[in-house]
């Protein structure tokens, strides 16, 4: 072992290291025997090796541990937390709703470290309480800290309780609070603040109100980032206003910021669904010539564009063509054109198609694969059934009963019995074998 080495000496990154790989494979048995090690060791330590542990444990839904690796930094760091432990601490269990939990955890640092509530603590007892939609209590939070000279709101309290507002639908308090928040306090509202807002009057239909917002915070010196405008085009494609959606693409464009995968996708999708299937797909060339990727959710948006306005064989050429572009397609790419092929009765491409979803590796949707068998004997194509019913047990499916007693009967009564001997053969192996 390289520990073991003439002149090695285990160090903080050499540690932390170790302790990361061992939490990601979930050895936690590992993880307490090093963190005993340490304990012996005489390198100097760093709470963020403690920090990173934490996570891992929230992230498995071991709370205890999370606590219990607050609890050993002390001993091996050979320091008191820092407020950032504490926070993050405080943080993971309450996003876990462990709400007794961190109330214990509260209770502790009062009396173990005089820890006395401040605004980062506060906050995140805000954004808990403004989560969970209790905003009485959120409040009361705020009314506390502006008692407290340890613990006066700033921008991140305000963003939080105007969020908890909007998340209720209380965009009149919303406003009042972002108003008093500017002319009462005097703290300037950042990009994220006004794209809570904006988001707020997306979700209630009143889009008109987020486009005043987004020329307001430009107005006042703050430029619009790629979210707000991306939440802007959201609202106008919602309410299917295309003019107004284009017309932001080209303001964007005109500021400089470019467009992402995000807005594109969103305009796209808001075209596929008013029937300009071709306007989406001169957008994604626009997003190729731009060199904006786009992904698997704006290829199935065009693709069930295409198929709404009954254009299979374009759907069926981008399905044939994307991967040998280097474009990678989900087994939802395939199934959005084989539902649509089966849904219009079309079987034989239904079934090519079939053959080659599973020569790429994918499945279709469970019941779509036993109607479209189903189907396939009904329309005398007892072969095709066959060999479809063989490819797909081979890839773990099993049929329904209603469906393998129709594909009986109809092997049956074309006097085809081997191969149904043969798929039985193979279902019972895998069932028991």
């Not at 254009?311 to 280097?326: F, H, N, Q, T």
Request: charged content about 25%; some cysteine.
């Amino acid at each position: 072992m390289v520990s073991e080495q003439k002149g090695f000496n285990h160090n903080n990154a050499t540690y932390a290291t170790i302790l990361n790989k061992l939490a990601q494979s979930k050895k936690f048995k590992a993880v307490d025997a090093v963190l005993y090690q340490m304990k012996y060791d005489t390198c100097k330590f760093h709470e963020g090796i403690f920090l990173n542990l934490m996570k891992h444990f929230s992230k498995f839904s071991m709370h205890e541990r999370v606590l219990e690796m607050f609890h050993a930094i002390q001993p091996i760091v050979r320091e008191k937390p820092s407020l950032k432990c504490i926070s993050t601490c405080l943080n993971l269990l309450i996003e876990a709703n462990q709400v007794d939990m961190a109330q214990q955890f509260l209770m502790h640092l009062k009396k173990s470290l005089n820890l006395k509530l401040n605004t980062c603590i506060a906050n995140i007892l805000v954004k808990h309480y403004c989560k969970n939609g209790d905003l009485e209590s959120a409040f009361e939070v705020v009314k506390n800290m502006k008692k407290s000279k340890l613990s006066y709101p700033n921008l991140i309290t305000y963003s939080t309780l105007i969020d908890g507002l909007c998340q209720s639908g209380k965009l009149t308090e919303a406003m009042d609070m972002f108003e008093e928040m500017i002319s009462k306090e005097q703290i300037l509202p950042d990009v994220l603040t006004y794209n809570i807002l904006m988001k707020g009057f997306c979700c209630a239909g009143k889009v008109d109100r987020a486009r005043k917002i987004l020329d307001f915070m430009k107005s006042k010196g703050c430029n619009p980032n790629i979210y707000n405008y991306s939440t802007l085009m959201n609202g106008f494609c919602k309410e299917v206003r295309l003019k107004e959606a284009q017309e932001l693409l080209d303001e964007m464009k005109s500021f400089g910021i470019k467009p992402d995968t995000v807005v594109y996708t969103t305009l796209i999708d808001c075209h596929c669904r008013t029937g300009r299937v071709d306007e989406a797909i001169e957008l994604l060339k626009e997003m190729k010539e731009r060199r904006c990727k786009a992904d698997t959710v704006t290829f199935n948006v065009i693709l069930g564009g295409l198929c709404r306005e009954g254009r299979i064989e374009d759907a069926l050429k981008m399905l044939d063509e994307l991967p040998y572009e280097g474009i990678y397609l989900n087994k939802g790419s395939y199934r959005i054109v084989l539902n649509s092929l089966y849904q219009k009765g079309d079987l034989n491409k239904a079934k090519e198609l079939l053959r080659l979803m599973m020569g790429r590796g994918f499945v279709p949707h469970y019941a779509t694969s036993n109607e479209l068998l189903v189907s396939l004997c009904e329309a005398g194509m007892t072969d095709d059934a066959t060999t479809a019913l063989f490819g797909l047990v081979e890839m773990g499916f099993k049929p329904l009963l209603d469906s393998w007693a129709f594909f009986v009967k109809s092997i049956c009564r074309e006097r085809k019995l081997l191969p149904a001997f043969e798929l039985l053969d193979e279902l019972v192996n895998e069932e028991f074998g």
